[in-house]
């Protein structure tokens, strides 16, 4: 992941990874994006009970193979970084 991207490293239990972007990347409109490169993930905001913050995500890691999920992410920092 490029610069200013932040995770919970290891994850705390669950089934997904949580990330944090840059403040002026917005999850939502960078899921269109990721969809059309065959990467999805689930935008952080709806997950908020007060104001939501639209620059964080959430990734599974539970039901995709490990060669899956290293594509996945290096698509995924590609868009971020063209992004940022």
């Not at 972007?21 to 065959?38: R, T, Y």
């Not at 939501?52 to 995709?64: G, I, P």
């Amino acid at each position: 992941m490029p610069a200013g991207v932040e995770w919970n490293r290891p994850p705390e239990g669950g089934m997904f990874v949580w990330l944090k972007l840059p403040k002026h990347i917005d999850s939502m409109k960078l899921l269109e994006q990721s969809i059309a490169q065959n990467v999805s993930f689930v935008p952080g905001g709806p997950f908020f009970a007060n104001e939501a913050e639209h620059n964080t995500m959430r990734l599974s890691f539970v039901t995709v193979p490990p060669a899956t999920i290293d594509e996945g992410v290096a698509k995924l920092g590609a868009l971020i970084r063209a992004s940022v």
